[in-house]
């Protein structure tokens, strides 16, 4: 069986950091958004975030809460279509660190304002059936690749870890799920290591190992100025 591979920009919808949606309190975002997905034609879209919904390089007291303010309002109108993993520049500032206020409040705050009741700090996938009405159902899973990492010079690098790895073979084995089409998102990449310094997944062959002839299609993020040809297959 062939797996599609679909990498998405960060800081949608624009992949360069310059156009992010959140890049200063001036600009418009709800109104950006809508004019990439009119609402009143969205009835069957699904948004799907990988991460970095914020670039967090902002000078200032919890700049970053600022930013995920202006996040929410621009995709408040979309709330009940959005699935959203997180990315390293979501939970840290300028994408390196780690901070923990910054993890809860977009469990906590960000993500439970537009309805997403999950916590991705317990680092335990999401599952959700989507479907569109013609009885089509998928599978989408969401994981949290981002690390709290010890060491500065460890650059963003992510890692699922062996409690999220043993809960997505759990999910991949429900029978429930058996005959659903499936799709694996997170913000790392994830079949193997970056070209640019850092940001590589750490257990990227672990993860694969799981994923191989049980998923459809992995969608993830990639760091700024790298591209995938894509669809690919291994």
Same mark, same amino acid.
């Given at each position: 069986a062939?797996?599609?591979?679909a990498?998405?920009?960060a800081?949608?919808?624009?992949a360069?950091?310059? *156009?992010?949606?959140v890049?200063d309190?001036?600009?418009?975002c709800? %109104?950006?958004?809508?004019r990439?997905v009119?609402?009143?034609?969205?009835r069957?879209?699904r948004l799907l /975030?990988?991460g970095?919904?914020?670039?967090n390089?902002?000078?200032g007291k919890r %700049?970053w809460k600022?930013?995920?303010k202006?996040?929410?309002?621009a995709l408040a109108?979309?709330?009940?279509?959005?699935s959203?993993?997180?990315?390293n !520049?979501?939970?840290? /500032?300028?994408?390196?660190?780690y901070s923990?206020?910054?993890?809860?409040?977009f469990?906590d705050?960000f993500?439970s304002?537009?309805?997403i009741?999950?916590?991705f700090?317990?680092?335990r996938?999401?599952?959700?059936v989507?479907? *569109?009405?013609?009885?089509?159902?998928?599978?989408?899973v969401?994981?949290?690749?981002c @690390? *709290?990492?010890?060491n500065? @010079?460890?650059i963003?690098?992510?890692?699922?870890?062996e409690?999220?790895r043993?809960? @997505?073979?759990e999910?991949l084995?429900?029978?429930a799920y058996?005959?659903?089409?499936?799709?694996?998102?997170? !913000? !790392?990449i994830? !079949?193997?290591r970056a070209r640019d /310094?850092?940001?590589?997944?750490?257990d990227y062959?672990?993860?694969?190992a799981?994923v191989?002839?049980?998923?459809d %299609?992995?969608?993830?993020s990639v760091?700024s100025g @790298?591209?995938e040809?894509l669809?690919?297959?291994?």
């Amino acid at each position: 069986a062939k797996l599609a591979m679909a990498s998405l920009p960060a800081n949608f919808p624009a992949a360069s950091r310059k *156009n992010s949606i959140v890049r200063d309190r001036n600009t418009n975002c709800s %109104a950006r958004l809508s004019r990439s997905v009119p609402i009143e034609e969205s009835r069957d879209i699904r948004l799907l /975030f990988t991460g970095d919904i914020i670039d967090n390089f902002k000078l200032g007291k919890r %700049a970053w809460k600022g930013q995920l303010k202006l996040a929410e309002e621009a995709l408040a109108p979309f709330r009940s279509k959005i699935s959203i993993v997180p990315g390293n !520049h979501d939970i840290g /500032f300028g994408g390196i660190g780690y901070s923990g206020a910054c993890v809860e409040y977009f469990d906590d705050s960000f993500l439970s304002a537009l309805g997403i009741g999950h916590k991705f700090r317990t680092k335990r996938p999401f599952t959700k059936v989507l479907e *569109n009405g013609n009885g089509n159902k998928v599978l989408l899973v969401g994981l949290n690749s981002c @690390l *709290n990492t010890p060491n500065p @010079l460890d650059i963003a690098k992510g890692e699922i870890g062996e409690t999220q790895r043993t809960w @997505l073979e759990e999910i991949l084995k429900d029978p429930a799920y058996k005959a659903l089409p499936k799709i694996v998102c997170l !913000h !790392h990449i994830p !079949h193997r290591r970056a070209r640019d /310094f850092g940001m590589s997944l750490n257990d990227y062959k672990e993860l694969m190992a799981i994923v191989e002839k049980r998923v459809d %299609a992995l969608v993830f993020s990639v760091p700024s100025g @790298l591209r995938e040809t894509l669809p690919s297959t291994l």
